[in-house]
């Protein structure tokens, strides 16, 4: 039951990151640039990012605390690198690079796109100007990272 539980938590938490990421690039930031959504589109975009915050992190904590649950319980010794699979090894530096990633977009980045976005076009400099344009570049490539460790799960769970 433990075993399943774990797998369950660990499933609804990634569906949950990779989920809403799609959406949020696939269906919500078109319909902001249409009208009448797009005098408000920061705003809006700005909110919704707030919330879903909150459910990436929760996913990640869940994520970390399953996984190495679930490779115990699959007889591969978390504690010793040596003996794991070469995908796991994958997986696992795909997974640190997107939580790097990650905290800089939340935590660096995106505030500095925030303050920037409320200043006059103006009163930005060219680099304020090159960080806004690239920013949802990030978010993108970590949708990418993150599909990838799918991908690398599907592996590990087929050796």
Known sequence: MGSSLFMWLHLVAAISW?????FLS???VPVLKRAPFA????LIFRAIARRFRSVVWGAIVTLLLT????LHQRGIPVADPAGWPMV?????????????LTLTHDFILG??????????????ARFDHALVLWSPWIARFSLLLTLAIL?????????
């Open 18 to 22: 990779i989920g809403g990421a799609i």
């Open 26 to 28: 696939v269906v919500l």
């Open 39 to 42: 005098s408000q589109k920061s």
């Open 67 to 70: 996984g190495p649950l679930l």
């Open 88 to 100: 796991l090894m994958a997986k696992l530096g795909l997974v640190t690079v997107l939580l790097l």
């Open 111 to 124: 505030p500095r796109v925030g303050r920037i976005l409320q200043l006059p076009m103006e009163n930005r």
């Open 151 to 159: 991908f690398a799960a599907v592996l590990l769970v087929r050796t």
